[in-house]
């Protein structure tokens, strides 16, 4: 219930702290 939308926000947070 959500279980794409948890793991999208992961992969952006991860992208993001690449930066």
């Known amino acids: ?3 794409d939308e948890r793991m ?3 992969e952006m947070r991860q992208s ?3 930066g």
């Open 1 to 3: 219930m959500g279980i």
């Open 8 to 10: 999208r926000e992961l």
């Open 16 to 18: 993001h702290n690449r």
